[in-house]
């Protein structure tokens, strides 16, 4: 009752996982993944170990194929199990039980691994491999959801929704460059979750995203006089950038701020529109 896409992007050196089920927080359960080491999805009577287990053999050195094949030969349970495994290299693999509910299936691409259980029908993942294939170039977490996206347009679940997630790790790309986790946002109960993951990889784009220093703006004389009046019509008061990173910290946005010299536009419209 659950579809998912795992997925490596080269250019970014980023793996992710994108899954959708009509199963009360899928993502407590579906997505793993590790930076520099690989991405993997566990589903279909999910055996949750294969998460750290699988993480774990990637780490190892094995292929995604390799971990596959040792985590399934050692599960009773395989033939209810389904899997999708991307390694470091972004070599894909794909495993679907023969007791998995119809329909189950998955595919593999030039660094995806597409599986779904109690699907509409196999179009389903024709249609997110198709999807994630044609949109080369895209941020990968974007990439991911219009996958979903079109997973869910073409039948997704036979059971309906309920729950998805995304799940995006790159070395250092976390939180303050202390973290490997880029993305972790999870809809664990909602009539449209999907859609409701969108909104929220808005919101985090928003707060976490980055404007390419090339496009921020000098703050000139005119520019921080009206920065220092509508922080002052806020109540941020003293000198401009005390004041400016006190807002930015209350507002979740001082991942997007550098000092007062030069500001991300974002981060000009959000105050603006204060």
């Given at each position: 009752m659950t579809?998912?896409?795992?997925?490596?992007?080269?250019?970014?050196?980023q793996w992710g996982?994108?899954?959708?089920?009509?199963?009360?927080?899928?993502?407590?359960v579906v997505p793993w993944g590790r930076a520099d080491v690989g991405a993997l999805a566990t589903q279909s009577y999910a055996n949750p170990a294969y998460?750290?287990?699988?993480?774990?053999?990637?780490a190892s050195g094995l292929s995604a194929s390799e971990v596959v094949e040792h985590l399934t030969?050692?599960?009773?349970?395989?033939?209810?199990r389904q899997l999708g495994v991307v390694d470091?290299?972004?070599?894909?693999?794909?495993?679907?039980?023969?007791?998995?509910?119809?329909?189950?299936g998955g595919r593999t691409g030039d660094g995806?691994?597409?599986?779904?259980?109690?699907?509409?029908?196999?179009?389903?993942?024709?249609?997110?491999?198709?999807?994630?294939?044609?949109?080369?170039?895209?941020?990968?977490?974007?990439?991911?959801?219009g996958a979903l996206t079109a997973a869910q347009d073409a039948g997704g679940d036979r059971r309906g929704q309920q729950s998805?997630?995304?799940?995006?790790?790159?070395?250092?790309?976390?939180?303050?460059?202390?973290?490997?986790?880029?993305?972790?946002l999870r809809v664990d109960d909602h009539r449209t979750p999907i859609a409701e993951l969108r909104r929220l990889y808005?919101?985090?784009?928003?707060?976490?995203?980055?404007?390419?220093?090339?496009?921020?703006?000098?703050v000139d004389d005119e520019l921080a006089r009206e920065l220092t009046d509508r922080l002052g019509a806020l109540g941020y008061d003293g000198t401009l950038a005390d004041a400016f990173a006190r807002w930015a910290g209350t507002e979740n946005l001082e991942e997007r701020i550098d000092g007062v010299a030069h500001i991300d536009p974002v981060v000009l419209k959000e105050l603006r529109q204060r």
């Amino acid at each position: 009752m659950t579809y998912s896409l795992v997925a490596y992007d080269d250019a970014s050196r980023q793996w992710g996982v994108a899954t959708q089920s009509k199963f009360l927080a899928v993502g407590s359960v579906v997505p793993w993944g590790r930076a520099d080491v690989g991405a993997l999805a566990t589903q279909s009577y999910a055996n949750p170990a294969y998460g750290p287990d699988g993480l774990a053999l990637l780490a190892s050195g094995l292929s995604a194929s390799e971990v596959v094949e040792h985590l399934t030969r050692a599960d009773a349970g395989r033939d209810q199990r389904q899997l999708g495994v991307v390694d470091a290299q972004g070599r894909a693999a794909t495993y679907t039980g023969l007791g998995c509910l119809e329909w189950a299936g998955g595919r593999t691409g030039d660094g995806y691994a597409a599986q779904g259980n109690i699907l509409v029908s196999g179009d389903t993942i024709d249609a997110m491999a198709m999807a994630y294939e044609g949109s080369a170039g895209a941020p990968l977490a974007e990439r991911l959801i219009g996958a979903l996206t079109a997973a869910q347009d073409a039948g997704g679940d036979r059971r309906g929704q309920q729950s998805a997630a995304l799940l995006v790790v790159q070395r250092d790309g976390g939180y303050g460059g202390l973290s490997d986790v880029l993305i972790d946002l999870r809809v664990d109960d909602h009539r449209t979750p999907i859609a409701e993951l969108r909104r929220l990889y808005d919101q985090h784009q928003l707060l976490f995203g980055e404007t390419p220093r090339t496009e921020w703006l000098t703050v000139d004389d005119e520019l921080a006089r009206e920065l220092t009046d509508r922080l002052g019509a806020l109540g941020y008061d003293g000198t401009l950038a005390d004041a400016f990173a006190r807002w930015a910290g209350t507002e979740n946005l001082e991942e997007r701020i550098d000092g007062v010299a030069h500001i991300d536009p974002v981060v000009l419209k959000e105050l603006r529109q204060r």
